[in-house]
């Protein structure tokens, strides 16, 4: 039996960012759920992991529906403590809900699912030669997408819509950019996009491949804990 940790860099339970990448799991898995944003407050808590200008940044959205953007290196040291916790809890897999970089994040036993790894991985294998459009949810995150994604040729194109917008015109204007440059595939680089978003593109006449973070996360995970 696998006791899965999904871990958010916001307030958990999460279950529009952890639902699809369960679904995946093994029947007999036990789940958990935390955040580095949980506590009897975590709004002050995004105050003092707030985002720093010129800092790479994170975006989350605490359960009152509030979207804050963090700064990537304080999460990844607050994240640090969040896996220790979950591994004295018995928990010998962790799912990271988050596709920001972490180099320095460890596990001492359990076994450690970083969306970026996997996303990233997945694209230069399978879509190597493709021209490919990134989507990320904020333009002060362009910089750093660039940088993550540099193995992959061609080099991608950019752009940029919140997963966390009321509704999907923004991120359907991101797409259609993206395919007037020529890309023949779109990646949603953040956990906060969900298949609901994919359907929204489809919707709206995308007809490239499309794929999100947590399907691919969920299609890679979901083998190796059966």
């Known amino acids: 039996m ?7 860099i916001g307030q958990s339970p999460r279950p529009d960012l952890s639902g699809g990448i369960e679904a995946a799991l093994p029947a007999t898995a036990r789940v958990r759920h935390a955040g580095v944003l949980d506590g009897p407050d975590p709004a002050r808590a995004a105050e003092r992991l707030a985002a720093t200008p010129g800092r790479p ?15 990537e290196s304080a999460v990844g040291e607050a994240l ?6 979950l591994e004295e809890e018995g928990v010998d ?5 988050c596709t920001g970089e972490f180099p320095a994040l460890r596990a001492r036993r359990a076994l450690l699912v970083e969306p970026d790894a996997l996303l990233t991985t997945y694209v230069r294998g399978v879509l190597s030669g493709v021209p490919v459009g990134v989507i990320v949810p904020l333009s002060e995150q362009v910089a750093a997408a660039r940088e993550k994604w540099r193995g992959v040729t061609p080099a991608p194109e950019f752009a940029t819509a919140s997963p966390y917008a009321a509704d999907e015109t923004e991120l359907l204007d991101a797409a259609r950019e993206l395919m007037g440059r020529g890309v023949a595939a779109l990646v949603l680089d953040c956990m906060g996009y969900a298949d609901r978003h994919r359907e929204a593109l489809r919707a709206g006449g995308v007809r490239v491949p499309v794929l999100t973070s947590s399907g691919i996360t969920g299609a890679m995970t979901g083998p190796l804990l059966a």
């Open 2 to 8: 696998r006791n899965v940790g999904f871990l958010t």
């Open 57 to 71: 940044t994170l975006i989350t959205r605490l359960a009152t529906g509030v979207t804050v953007t963090l700064d």
């Open 80 to 85: 640090q403590d969040r896996v220790d916790a």
């Open 93 to 97: 897999t962790v799912v990271l809900l």
